[in-house]
């Protein structure tokens, strides 16, 4: 006598398994590279896209002059970071303790 198991009984536990694989999301982590504003946009985009499959994101970028909207999606944090030019030694930073990138289109002579 042959075992037969009805074709139901096979799929609802893959039906299961792929539902819960679809559902599950991962932790990503978001690393700019030192300042450019097109990646700032870029992988922000990014983020809101993973974010909307169920993702949480958190991004590492650094300070910059440009302000850009604050975040609306629950599952997205930023850490930003900064570097002290209080004494004004990079031009390519604001004078302050907690320094911003700011992309000057004047030329340095």
Do not use: C
């Amino acid at each position: 006598m042959k075992l037969r198991l009805p074709v139901e009984s096979l799929l609802l536990p893959l039906i299961l398994f792929w539902g819960l694989k679809l559902i599950s999301g991962s932790k990503i982590l978001i690393l700019h590279p030192l300042y450019s504003g097109s990646h700032v946009l870029t992988l922000r985009n990014v983020a809101e896209s993973l974010a909307a499959r169920g993702h949480s994101i958190h991004i590492v970028r650094w300070k910059d002059a440009h302000v850009f909207p604050a975040e609306s999606n629950d599952n997205i944090s930023t850490t930003t970071l900064a570097m002290d030019n209080s004494n004004g030694r990079y031009h390519f930073l604001t004078k302050e303790k907690r320094a911003a990138f700011q992309v000057s289109f004047r030329r340095e002579q």
